[in-house]
């Protein structure tokens, strides 16, 4: 069968399933709204909003990861609005339902810092606090470099700070890696810059969502991020039980945003972008003055995340906080704000709130 077709399928059962799913998302609060902004260069971002009931709480700008989308944050947009908070959770460029331009240069994260500001400028909002999970934390940390007038306070869950404009040597992660914990932890960059990942996820679609959500946590290392294990995953069609912490509603609503066109391809595009310089030559001004943080930093690491481990977390993120850093460690995987979304909501609203 060809991928178009394994595609269409997948979108058409998940409509169906979702007709006949109640609304559990956070829209199903009426302050809570979906809007969109088309930005300067065309692009159409979609994002849930909600304002901070008033002028002593800020809005917070949740940004999600690899693969997922703004729904990742559903627990915690209902309970930052109920605490007063306003809320920013887009789907990001390549994602969701925002645009997806399959140009790499489009995923310039200087041009999706910008696009950021002109979505804080629509709502009218001097300043965020910034929330970053996986690949949103890499778009967090360019955003703060480009904009960073735009952030009062600035959370990486999961993974760390990410400097702009500084080499990822990917390779020498792995070597590393490697020799202290026995597995490559980003081995699986390699497979997701090939030309044919994204097919591949298509065919194996629901395959690809029990790797990325995976039952075992601590088996992570060797089904994913190893060299060769996601290709080998996906080649025999593996799938598992779903994790306690997710409901088939998640997987369905998941299974529909992947199955829509060009959506693989597209969210893989941040990866191939850092792993091609995309951003090297905007990035190639700054300093380590404009990469310095001067705003409060709240790490939030994963106990059991076999990529970032909350260690190396701390090590390269608080370096670069010059006005201040606290970690707080939640025992879970790589998906905190699913598997523990009443702990990292209460973690936010605590840090948020605070003077």
Request: with cysteine; charged share 20%; aromatic share 12%.
């Amino acid at each position: 069968m060809r991928i178009s077709s394994i595609i269409t399928a997948h979108a058409a059962l998940s409509l169906q399933l979702l007709a006949s799913c109640t609304p559990t998302g956070p829209n199903s609060n009426q302050s809570i709204v979906t809007k969109e902004l088309t930005t300067s260069d065309g692009q159409t971002y979609v994002y849930d909003f909600t304002t901070a009931k008033n002028s002593s709480k800020p809005t917070l700008l949740l940004l999600h990861g690899y693969p997922a989308s703004r729904h990742d944050w559903e627990q915690q947009i209902t309970a930052l609005a109920a605490s007063g908070f306003g809320v920013i959770a887009p789907d990001l460029l390549g994602f969701g339902d925002s645009s997806k331009p399959t140009d790499l240069e489009a995923y310039n994260l200087k041009t999706l810092s910008d696009h950021l500001a002109q979505i804080l400028d629509k709502e009218g909002l001097r300043d965020v606090v910034g929330v970053g999970h996986d690949w949103g934390a890499n778009v967090l940390s360019r955003a703060v470099a480009w904009h960073p007038e735009r952030f009062a306070k600035l959370v990486f869950v999961t993974v760390p700070y990410q400097p702009a404009g500084q080499f990822f040597d990917v390779d020498a992660a792995n070597k590393g890696s490697l020799e202290t914990v026995g597995y490559q932890r980003y081995a699986y960059w390699y497979f997701f810059n090939s030309w044919d990942a994204a097919e591949l996820m298509g065919r194996y679609l629901e395959s690809f969502f029990h790797l990325a959500f995976h039952t075992n946590a601590s088996a992570w290392g060797v089904d994913f991020t190893d060299l060769g294990s996601a290709r080998t995953w996906l080649n025999a069609n593996t799938t598992t039980e779903l994790p306690s912490w997710l409901s088939t509603d998640y997987k369905t609503k998941w299974l529909h945003q992947y199955s829509q066109p060009n959506a693989l391809e597209t969210s893989l595009n941040y990866y191939k972008a850092l792993m091609r310089g995309i951003h090297a030559a905007d990035e190639s001004v700054l300093t380590d003055e404009d990469r310095t943080l001067r705003v409060p930093v709240l790490a939030v690491g994963a106990a059991k995340d076999l990529i970032s481990d909350p260690e190396g977390q701390k090590i390269a993120t608080e370096q670069w906080a010059s006005a201040g850093f606290e970690q707080r460690v939640v025992d879970a995987g790589h998906w905190i704000a699913v598997e523990k979304g009443e702990e990292l909501s209460r973690i936010l609203i605590e840090f948020a709130g605070s003077g």
